[in-house]
């Protein structure tokens, strides 16, 4: 499954121009980003409430093939603007983290990807 | 360093005396991640495999991360001589007490304000130590730390290990 198959599927907001053909391989949820760096696995994609400009450095380093932000939150323009310069594609949902992770563990699995 | 057996992707001859510095401001995480992001690019430009792009990267990042959080101001710097690669981050901080506790996994001294940015939750040195090939820590409380990671960027093809 593509991130745009998956933002189509779960009728989710796009926010910058990220590489939405990148496939994703798996999910990753955390919003300690130490976690991240240490357990994501390229190609996941990532759902967290953390916003701020260390999100993209850390999904470029993964190579991570996009970031969820749930809850809603307001994403900072410089998160947006530097993704953008790598690619990655920042999505927001206004559903909480275990109700993303609910829906995207659900399409995956349906579609034998993980 | 190894130089024997087969090596993956880079070019022998690339990557002599390239020599980088990043300054870093204690508390200013906007400047997070510039030495990390030209390291990975120069990295790239060689050839070295991604994985161990990836490798040199989270231990450059949390390096960088460590000074924003505990410093007052500090450096990055790293230097591509061959096949090694040498990542120095000094730190003008309050130095770290205990060494062993700071390899500590879980273990942190970070203010809130830092575990409000997704950061301090004991994991940057282990992570570190985890991706580097050698990690030396030389810190003198009330003065300051500097850590250096040496990483082999052409390491025997049956090396690769996530």
Redesign the interface.
């Known amino acids: 499954m593509t991130v745009r198959e998956l933002i189509g599927r779960l009728d989710l907001d796009l926010k910058n121009n990220g590489c939405v053909e990148a496939a994703i391989n798996g999910c990753y949820a955390s ?5 991240v ?2 357990n994501g696995k ?1 190609g996941n994609i990532w759902i ?1 409430r ?1 916003t ?7 999904a ?4 991570l093939s996009g970031i969820i932000v749930t809850g809603g939150k307001q994403i900072e323009a ?1 998160t947006l603007e530097k993704a953008e310069a790598e690619c990655i594609p920042v999505i927001s949902t206004s559903l909480q983290t275990y109700d993303m992770v609910g829906m995207v563990y659900n399409l995956l699995l349906k579609n034998e990807c993980r | 360093m190894s130089s024997k057996g087969k090596k993956e992707g880079m070019d022998p001859d690339a990557g002599s005396g390239q020599d980088v510095y990043f300054p870093l401001n204690g508390g200013d995480f906007s400047d997070a991640g510039a030495g990390s992001k030209s390291l990975r690019s120069e990295l790239a430009a060689l050839g070295v495999p991604a994985w161990i792009i990836r490798r040199a990267a989270i231990c450059a990042f949390e390096a960088e991360i460590n000074v924003i959080i505990h410093a007052v101001a500090g450096s990055l710097h790293y230097l591509i001589e061959g096949e090694t690669l040498t990542i120095t981050v000094t730190d003008m901080g309050p130095g770290i007490e205990d060494i062993g506790l700071a390899m500590k996994e879980g273990y942190t001294t970070a203010p809130d304000w830092a575990k409000e940015y997704g950061w301090g939750s004991g994991m940057g040195l282990p992570n570190i130590k985890k991706n580097a090939g050698t990690l030396s820590i030389d810190s003198v409380p009330g003065e300051g730390t500097t850590i250096e990671i040496i990483i082999n960027l052409a390491p025997p093809l049956n090396a690769r290990q996530e």
């Not at chain 1, 701020?52 to 850390?58: D, L, R, S, Y």
């Open positions: 919003d300690m980003l130490s976690d760096l240490a390229e967290t953390q701020h400009p260390n999100v993209v450095a850390v470029a380093i993964k190579g410089e």
